[in-house]
């Protein structure tokens, strides 16, 4: 027998064992070499000694109850490694099978996070108690980095709770549960208040249920819900392929695919089978480049920017408690919201407490829709509400050690509201301003204090959008940018840090994607092509019906405003294509966008959209304009990925997480690229095929798609965007 390494036996008087997973030097426990030997010794030893054995708990000595898959090793998995994949996950599942089918009860004690291989062990246990532990998630998370739960996560859920639920509650969307939903949808049995309860309550099923078996193991059990062949689940299965188009939308995304096949096969087949099936299906997401792009965006990338690798080192962490957010209308309300909703007191000013007031309401209809769905409290909506003070008097900010301002774009007006209040709230407050698109340096100027003044760039709808680019002037000290990135995590939002440029990273990066579509109606091409284009490329918002929301308008002044600098600066203004459209859609035809009623699209009364414009096909479309399908997709893709590395050359970007990160969760890069830069080191071929392609795109559709000097140095190097 091997000795265990990362589990420690205990085994009390009354015969009940508890394996306590504790890797070594390690702050979490992961499905590694180590545990691969640990659990096999286990299964060894629980099988000689059986008689002693009244039954087993799982619980672990780390914060968490068990992390997954080592994503270290993964990411580096290439087409070679596949078989020794494979052969490590058998290995693992094999073991914890022999001791669930041991005949003893067998126990997780959930006391943390259970993600991915966490939740997979637990699954291969009789029976769940969860510990209500604050920041504890629950789930199968596996879907959002591009692969499988492949620990046996697939076959047990199916069997758990059907084929139906396993694929829309754990599966697919990879939801994470808190305990207390995770009671409520199934994924376990009990929950507890104290680790103690959580213990005693597992010793009590063991002394209980003797004979404990798993559903699954017992004769004559049949999947709930029933299989594809049986007639009852014939009238559930119109909804999956619709679902998952949804979820996908015809773009290279593997996972959800492969989820489905394994879930849906391996429910027709015996459970030993079934597992063997989702394996398969697991070490052809692992050793492909869409898990490797999203292992690196959505876990290392992420850590980085949300651990502050962009946060100035040294200076200390000072809490803001009290913030001012200036101007009450859509992003100010939902600024105001995010504050509070994370414990801060807020003083939401606009012209008059009237108009503030309206902004108030905006997180009274939120916290009214949270109550319904029982996602909240009456107290907890009460004590929210208390923190957000509506005021039109600049005097009830004095106390503020924060100050976001969120009026109209006006530059002039910015400068006005900052006067107004700059020596009623407290003498160092940070100073932010929530503009898309004007420059901090130039805002900067309006206010005494320049070093403290900081861009905060946030996304609407700011309750639901997870990122804030944080943008530095000229003038922004490092104590200000620290502040402020400290608040941006106060607030559980992503943050950011970029330097001031026009558009800074996200609105620069954003009007490539949009002109790219827009120039290809202006060409002639179809415009529902266009639009099924970036739908399939895996944008999440169509490219003419996102322009529609902006409104043609402003980014046309932003254009002549920006074109005008320039000129007068002597430079001169790059034209591009998408400008003769986007100027005969105002000029010539009224259509403005979706506030002004009519865009690409017609709109209803109520505002609601339609179909997109038969005018446009009238006026722009030309018969035999049609460009290789593959082109539509990639001149967005490209355009933007190539504006990336510029932002980079020019200092705007100063880490390739912060692209990758900004640019899926702030602009809908396509996920599965794994962002921006990430997209261009997985591109076929690496950065010389992206470059080769670029430069065809350049012969085709114009100079804009040349490849910048970094990106041609990088290429000949051989070496790939990362920090
Ligand atoms: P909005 O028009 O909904 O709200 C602006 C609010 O400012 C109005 O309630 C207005 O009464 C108030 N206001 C005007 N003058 C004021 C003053 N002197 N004192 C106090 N309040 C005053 O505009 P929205 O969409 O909320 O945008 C606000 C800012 O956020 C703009 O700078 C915009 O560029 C930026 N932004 C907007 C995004 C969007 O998607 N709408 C996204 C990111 C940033």
New binding site residues.
């Given amino acids: 027998m091997t000795e265990s390494t990362t589990i420690r036996w205990e085994q009390d008087e009354t015969g009940i064992v508890t394996l306590v997973l504790d890797d070594p030097g390690q702050s979490a426990n992961t499905m590694n070499q180590a545990f691969k030997d640990s659990i096999a010794a286990v299964a060894d030893r629980a099988e000689a000694e059986k008689d002693s054995i009244r039954g087993i708990i799982y619980t672990s000595a780390k914060k968490t109850f068990f992390a997954g898959g080592d994503l270290k090793d993964m990411i580096k998995a290439g087409p070679e490694d596949a078989q020794a994949a494979f052969d490590t996950g058998t290995a693992i599942k094999n073991s914890l099978r022999r001791i669930e089918t041991l005949g003893k009860p067998v126990v997780a004690a959930i006391n943390g996070a259970a993600l991915g291989g966490g939740y997979e062990i637990a699954l291969a246990s009789h029976h769940r108690v969860a510990l209500d532990a604050p920041g504890s998630r629950i789930g199968l998370p596996e879907v959002t980095l591009g692969l499988l739960p492949a620990g046996g996560g697939v076959t047990r859920t199916v069997r758990l709770m059907g084929i139906t639920d396993a694929l829309l509650k754990v599966l697919l969307q990879g939801t994470q549960y808190t305990p207390a939903r995770a009671l409520e949808n199934g994924l376990v049995h009990e929950i507890a208040a104290t680790r103690e309860e959580m213990l005693a309550k597992a010793r009590a099923f063991i002394d209980t249920h003797p004979e404990s078996q798993q559903p699954w193991d017992v004769k004559g059990y049949r999947i709930p819900g029933g299989t594809p062949s049986h007639p009852k689940f014939a009238a559930n299965l119109p909804a999956f392929p619709a679902n998952l188009k949804k979820q996908i939308a015809g773009a290279p995304m593997p996972a959800p695919r492969n989820i489905m096949a394994a879930a849906v096969e391996g429910s027709q087949v015996d459970f030993e089978t079934a597992l063997t099936i989702e394996a398969r299906y697991f070490t052809e997401l692992v050793t492909g480049q869409v898990a490797k792009n999203m292992i690196q965006a959505f876990f290392f990338d992420l850590q980085a920017v949300n651990s502050g690798a962009s946060r100035p080192g040294g200076v200390a962490e000072r809490q803001v408690r009290r913030v001012a957010v200036?101007?009450?209308?859509?992003?100010?309300?939902g600024i105001a919201y995010s504050c509070a909703r994370a414990g801060l007191d807020v003083v939401l000013?606009?012209?008059s407490t009237e108009?503030a007031e309206?902004?108030k309401a905006y997180s009274e209809k939120l916290l009214a829709k949270a109550l319904s769905r029982g996602r909240t409290t009456e107290a907890k909506r009460d004590e929210l509400l208390a923190r957000i003070t509506p005021t039109g008097d600049p005097a009830d900010l004095a106390g503020c050690d924060a100050v976001i301002e969120?009026?109209?774009?006006d530059t002039a007006?910015?400068h006005?509201?900052f006067q107004?209040i700059q020596d009623v709230v407290e003498p160092d407050a940070l100073l932010c301003?929530?503009?898309?698109?004007?420059p901090i340096t130039v805002l900067a100027q309006g206010v005494e204090r320049p070093a403290d003044f900081i861009g905060l760039?946030?996304?609407?709808p700011v309750d639901k959008m997870p990122l804030v680019e944080i943008i530095k002037g000229d003038k922004t000290g490092d104590e200000a940018l620290a502040r402020a990135f400290d608040l941006v995590r106060r607030i559980k939002k992503t943050p950011i840090v970029v330097n001031d440029s026009r558009g800074f990273f996200t609105s620069r990066v954003i009007g490539h994607f949009i002109n790219e579509g827009v120039a290809m109606v202006g060409e002639g091409i179809e415009p529902a092509s266009v639009e099924q284009a970036a739908a399939q490329a895996g944008y999440p918002a169509k490219v003419l019906s996102l322009m529609d929301e902006l409104t043609l308008t402003l980014p046309r002044k932003i254009r002549d405003e920006t074109r005008r600098a320039i000129e007068e600066a002597g430079g001169s203004w790059p034209e591009h294509p998408a400008d003769a459209v986007v100027d005969r859609m105002v000029d010539e035809f009224g259509r403005p966008g979706r506030s002004g009623g009519a865009g690409f699209y017609e709109y209803g009364e109520d505002g609601r959209r339609g179909l997109l414009w038969p005018g446009l096909r009238e006026h722009f479309t030309r018969p035999g304009a049609e460009i290789p399908f593959e082109d539509m997709q990639e001149r967005m893709l490209f355009s933007e990925a190539l504006d990336s590395v510029r932002c980079l050359e020019e200092n705007v970007l100063t880490t390739v997480a912060d692209a990758n990160i900004g640019s899926i969760m702030g602009i809908g890069f396509p996920p599965w690229t794994g962002g921006v830069l990430q997209y261009i080191n997985g591109y076929e071929g690496g950065l010389p095929g992206f470059v080769a392609r670029a430069r065809q795109l350049a012969e085709r559709y114009g100079d804009r798609f040349l490849p910048s000097p970094l990106l041609l140095e990088k290429a000949e190097k051989g070496e790939t965007f990362h920090d």
Avoid at 457 to 460: A, I, P
């Fill in positions: 200036l101007g009450a209308g859509m992003m100010g309300a000013k606009d012209v108009a309206k902004g969120a009026v109209f774009e007006l910015k006005k509201v107004e301003s929530n503009t898309s698109t004007l760039h946030f996304f609407s």
